[in-house]
């Protein structure tokens, strides 16, 4: 909580010499341009399926629901994840927005299985209707894993994010398959 009020400060303190600095010239301010479209594609709420792999055994399945809003005056998408994950209560919450100097859309993602944040970026081609990324944070232990994200737009009502890690041997393995439906 204190590092919170702290970078809050420090936001505003730097807006207000930035502010003073620039005094009597107009700044152009940042606005969604075509690239903030995609972000629009997932907003609403969303069922989900989750699969969860675990080699050697069948898929672990649960449910949840997952509801996006368009925020930062269109700049950013805010994820809100609630459900069961291995008959535990879940929740997850992240933010993405799109990064114009990387030409990549970035991200954070923190839940209650995960011991802090996560950090993402992807690329989205529209002629595959396909987004690919990777993410590297700490797992429930605090060890660092990285991941790579692939997620299908099927239509304007359906989608699938495949997760996938690297296993002991080197090799790339499934981890995560979550299917959507839009529900509103």
Same mark, same amino acid.
């Given at each position: 909580?204190?590092?919170? #009020?702290?970078?809050?400060?420090?936001?505003?303190?730097? $807006?207000?010499?930035?502010? !003073?600095?620039? /005094?009597?010239?107009?700044?152009?301010?940042?606005?969604?341009?075509?690239?903030?479209?995609?972000?629009?594609?997932?907003?609403? +709420?969303?069922? /989900? +399926?989750?699969? =969860?792999?675990?080699? &050697?055994?069948?898929?672990?399945?649960?449910?949840?629901?997952? %509801?996006n809003t368009i925020g930062c005056g269109g700049l950013c998408l805010i994820s809100d994840f609630k459900g @069961?994950?291995?008959? +535990?209560?879940?929740? !997850?919450?992240?933010?993405? $927005?799109?990064?114009? /100097?990387?030409? #990549?859309?970035? &991200? %954070?993602? $923190?839940?209650?299985?995960?011991?802090?944040?996560?950090?993402?970026?992807? +690329?989205?081609? /529209?002629? @595959?209707?396909?987004?690919?990324?990777?993410?590297?944070?700490?797992?429930? %232990? !605090?060890?660092?894993?990285?991941?790579?994200?692939?997620?299908?737009?099927?239509?304007?009502? @359906?989608?699938?994010?495949? =997760?996938?890690? $690297?296993?002991?041997?080197?090799?790339?393995?499934?981890?995560?398959?979550?299917?959507?439906?839009?529900?509103?």
């Open positions: 909580m204190p590092f919170q #009020k702290l970078g809050r400060v420090l936001a505003v303190a730097s $807006t207000l010499v930035l502010a !003073g600095v620039v /005094a009597g010239q107009e700044m152009p301010m940042p606005k969604p341009g075509p690239e903030h479209k995609v972000l629009e594609m997932d907003a609403g +709420t969303w069922e /989900a +399926t989750v699969e =969860m792999s675990v080699p &050697g055994a069948p898929p672990m399945v649960s449910k949840g629901t997952e %509801t @069961t994950m291995a008959g +535990t209560p879940f929740h !997850g919450h992240g933010t993405s $927005t799109w990064d114009p /100097a990387k030409k #990549k859309y970035v &991200g %954070t993602w $923190t839940d209650s299985m995960s011991a802090g944040i996560s950090l993402g970026e992807s +690329t989205y081609d /529209a002629a @595959t209707k396909m987004a690919s990324g990777s993410m590297e944070g700490p797992d429930m %232990t !605090g060890k660092i894993v990285k991941s790579r994200s692939v997620v299908e737009y099927k239509d304007a009502n @359906t989608r699938v994010m495949q =997760m996938f890690t $690297t296993g002991p041997d080197g090799k790339e393995i499934p981890m995560m398959k979550i299917s959507y439906t839009r529900k509103n």
